[in-house]
């Protein structure tokens, strides 16, 4: 950092200023996008504990354990919006009561206003696959979320959160930290 006391660079004032000026007056400003706004995952809806059809909460009626996690993503400003590109990773752990191999999971995908109001909520569907007897087993999701913006400045005051769609029970199961 470059410091000028005033009492012992009073005759540099002149040449200071015109360098300033100079360097004001530039044709090529460099601006900078504002930061992407938030992708989070919604904390009681990141996990999963899916039951079977018996409406014991017990280990032995564990159809599968799934977890929800953030890997990658990025942001590109224009001029009307931002554009948001985030890859999501579903995890899962099959229970003894799964007795097929494959486990459809629904998630959703909404974006907030800055007073966290919900402005948007879309609904998707994935399939995790426990082939050859596996135990554990994975997908990711590659997505993309476009937010409109009438002043791109307020672009990081937004939120896109992520979640299991879960049912009453599981949500409960969730909140009562039964979960993972």
Do not use: K
Not at 27 to 35: C, I, N, S
Not at 91 to 117: I, K, N, Q, W
């Amino acid at each position: 950092m470059l410091r000028i006391h005033c009492h012992s660079a009073a005759f540099l004032a002149p040449v200071i200023g015109s360098v300033l000026l100079v360097a004001c007056s530039s044709d090529t400003a460099t601006v900078l996008d504002p930061a992407c706004p938030t992708v989070a995952l919604v904390a009681d809806a990141a996990h999963l504990t899916r039951f079977g059809p018996e409406t014991l909460s017990t280990p032995a009626n564990v159809m599968a354990i799934a977890e929800l996690r953030m890997v990658d993503g990025t942001c590109a400003y224009r001029d009307d919006g931002v554009d948001i590109q985030f890859d999501l990773a579903v995890l899962a752990e099959r229970g003894p009561a799964l007795t097929v191999d494959r486990l459809p999971l629904s998630y959703f995908v909404s974006v907030t206003s800055p007073d966290r109001m919900v402005l948007e909520w879309q609904s998707f569907e994935t399939e995790v696959r426990f082939e050859n007897g596996v135990r554990t087993a994975g997908s990711q999701e590659a997505l993309e979320q476009w937010i409109p913006l009438t002043d791109v400045q307020a672009g990081p005051n937004h939120a896109v959160l992520v979640g299991f769609r879960l049912s009453r029970a599981e949500l409960a199961f969730n909140r009562e930290g039964r979960s993972r």
